[in-house]
């Protein structure tokens, strides 16, 4: 975003540099009508050309400000520590959590004395050394979630995930929300982002393999009644009197069902 915006104005101001001269060219041509009509019209192209740009490069760099703002759900869920420990007390003692940036997550969790684990959905190209560290441990594996996790039923005393749902259909939302539910003891908690929020940049689609469907609360609630979950309504209050002590607005919907 910031290379686009050095671009625009030197571009702009290039252009707009080649107008006086042709302004110029035009007025010492007044002794031929002919060839100041030829001018008028050339004068008239870079005018054209240049509102054409313009407008281009405009669009262009709205469209990149409006993608360039989606935000990680998984910050969100390392904000919320404090607060999910609070609304879990020991269920928070062996936790997995899935979606991207788990590693930041997991040593997040280590770090206030959990154990932890966590699965990466999608690439792990570009990371850092305490990244890779945790994935050669074993704390963090990548693996699709359209497949069974390869653990054992209530593995986990609780499971978190987050961004990854909204990345797929309905079709394998029906097989993988049953299966993270399976896995957790005490719970499962939902961070997704909200409708009318563009997450993914462009250049991360590739990454998610297709658009996020974010849906809304009401969706959600629907869908856990649809699919048996229920809701966890202890965790859910001590979630909410927790958030509003700590002053915690987190930018993702939060759910908490029952395993
Ligand atoms: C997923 O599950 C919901 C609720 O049980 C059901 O209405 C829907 O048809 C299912 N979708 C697919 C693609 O199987």
Same mark, same amino acid.
């Given at each position: 975003?910031?290379?686009?915006?050095?671009?625009?104005?030197?571009?702009?101001?290039?252009?707009?540099?080649?107008?006086?001269?042709?302004?110029?060219?035009?007025?010492?041509?007044?002794?031929?009508?002919?060839?100041?009509?030829?001018?008028?019209?050339?004068?008239?192209?870079?005018?054209?050309?240049?509102?054409?740009?313009?407008?281009?490069?405009?669009?262009?760099?709205?469209?990149?400000?409006?993608?360039?703002?989606?935000?990680?759900?998984?910050?969100?869920?390392?904000?919320?520590?404090?607060?999910?420990?609070?609304?879990?007390?020991?269920?928070?003692?062996?936790?997995?959590?899935?979606?991207?940036?788990?590693? *930041?997550?997991?040593?997040?969790?280590?770090?206030?004395?959990?154990?932890?684990?966590?699965?990466?959905?999608?690439?792990?190209?570009?990371?850092?050394?305490?990244?890779?560290?945790?994935?050669?441990?074993?704390?963090?594996?990548? *693996?699709?979630?359209?497949?069974?996790?390869?653990?054992?039923?209530?593995?986990?005393?609780?499971?978190?995930?987050?961004?990854?749902?909204?990345?797929?259909?309905?079709?394998?939302?029906?097989?993988?929300?049953?299966?993270? *539910?399976?896995?957790? *003891?005490?719970?499962?908690?939902?961070?997704?982002?909200?409708?009318?929020?563009?997450?993914?940049?462009?250049?991360?689609?590739?990454?998610?393999?297709?658009?996020?469907?974010?849906?809304?609360?009401?969706?959600?609630?629907?869908?856990?009644?649809?699919?048996?979950?229920?809701?966890?309504?202890?965790?859910?209050?001590?979630?909410?009197?927790?958030?509003?002590?700590?002053?915690?607005?987190?930018?993702?919907?939060?759910?908490?069902?029952?395993?």
């Amino acid at each position: 975003m910031a290379s686009r915006r050095l671009i625009n104005p030197s571009r702009r101001a290039s252009d707009s540099g080649s107008l006086p001269l042709v302004g110029s060219l035009h007025q010492k041509s007044r002794s031929s009508p002919l060839l100041s009509i030829g001018l008028v019209v050339v004068a008239a192209f870079f005018l054209i050309g240049y509102s054409l740009r313009g407008s281009g490069g405009f669009a262009s760099e709205k469209e990149a400000i409006s993608i360039g703002q989606g935000v990680s759900c998984s910050l969100d869920v390392i904000q919320a520590m404090p607060i999910l420990k609070k609304a879990y007390g020991d269920s928070m003692r062996k936790v997995l959590h899935v979606g991207p940036d788990s590693c *930041a997550v997991v040593s997040k969790l280590l770090k206030e004395d959990s154990e932890a684990w966590g699965v990466e959905p999608y690439d792990l190209e570009d990371t850092d050394s305490s990244c890779k560290s945790l994935v050669r441990k074993g704390f963090v594996r990548v *693996a699709d979630i359209k497949f069974p996790l390869p653990y054992q039923p209530k593995s986990f005393s609780l499971v978190i995930v987050s961004d990854s749902l909204d990345y797929l259909s309905s079709k394998y939302l029906n097989k993988t929300l049953p299966d993270l *539910a399976r896995v957790s *003891a005490d719970g499962l908690v939902i961070f997704a982002g909200y409708p009318g929020k563009q997450r993914a940049k462009v250049s991360e689609l590739a990454k998610f393999g297709r658009p996020a469907k974010l849906r809304s609360s009401s969706w959600w609630i629907r869908y856990f009644v649809q699919t048996g979950l229920q809701e966890n309504e202890m965790a859910i209050k001590k979630f909410e009197e927790a958030s509003v002590k700590n002053s915690y607005k987190p930018s993702c919907q939060i759910f908490h069902v029952t395993s």
